[in-house]
T-cell receptor
């Protein structure tokens, strides 16, 4: 059972910023928020993760609200190659006791010319 | 980021045969590897977690005798689909993690299996 809620789809014009929201209202204090994306017929690609502070890397920025109940992934200048399904995940325990990301349905982002 | 490879990238086999899929971490040692399957237009579903040198832990509803997992070294895990049937046709994806649960998982490119 996914612990996050994302809009099923979004679209964005090429060159503009893409802001992808995610709600994780039941997140625990020690759970990280991870973002991955999956381009069609490929394995998921790690984008960024954070705990409570905002994070930025060469791919994106992650803004986490102060109460940690939601976050936003920002692609500052979207390109056509950013068209993918974006997954926001918090780690949940498996039956073996290991904490791993569990994927929900994600947001299908379409970047158009 | 770290690189994880899978081989083969796609395979077609006859019903009743067994298929082995390899997952390798190329530039780091993976203490834990995970196997997922994904049906068309669906999200990834975790099948099992494996730690190097120990038996894999399977998620509920995944048959361990059907999907044999071996994690023989810190850079290699294999998934064998035994006596494959058409309903086993799917996209199989592995991921690897270097350290504890705080470490990032990196995913392989996936293997598309088609059972005729």
């Amino acid at each position: 059972d996914a612990k996050t809620t994302q809009p099923p789809s979004m679209d964005c014009a090429e060159g503009r910023a893409a802001n992808l929201p995610c709600n994780h209202s039941t997140i625990s204090g020690n759970e990280y928020v991870y973002w991955y994306r999956q381009i069609h017929s490929q394995g998921p690609q790690y984008i960024i993760h954070g705990l409570k502070n905002n994070e930025t890397n060469e791919m994106a920025s992650l803004i986490i609200t102060e109460d940690r109940k939601s976050s936003t992934l920002i692609l500052p200048h979207a390109t056509l190659r950013d068209t993918a399904v974006y997954y926001c995940i918090v780690r949940v325990a498996t039956s073996g006791g290991s904490y791993i990301p569990t994927f929900g349905r994600g947001t299908s982002l379409i970047v158009h010319p | 980021g770290a690189v994880v490879s899978q081989h083969p990238s796609r395979v077609i086999c006859k019903s009743g045969t067994s298929v082995k899929i390899e997952c390798r971490s190329l530039d780091f040692q993976a203490t834990t590897m995970f196997w997922y399957r994904q049906f068309p237009k669906k999200s990834l579903m975790l099948m099992a977690t494996s730690n190097e040198g120990s038996k894999a832990t399977y998620e509920q509803g995944v048959e361990k005798d059907k999907f044999l997992i071996n994690h023989a070294s810190l850079t290699l895990s294999t998934l064998t689909v035994t006596s494959a049937h058409p309903e086993d046709s799917s996209f199989y994806i592995c991921s690897a993690r270097a350290g504890g649960s705080q470490e990032t998982q990196y995913f392989g490119p996936g293997t598309r299996l088609l059972v005729l």
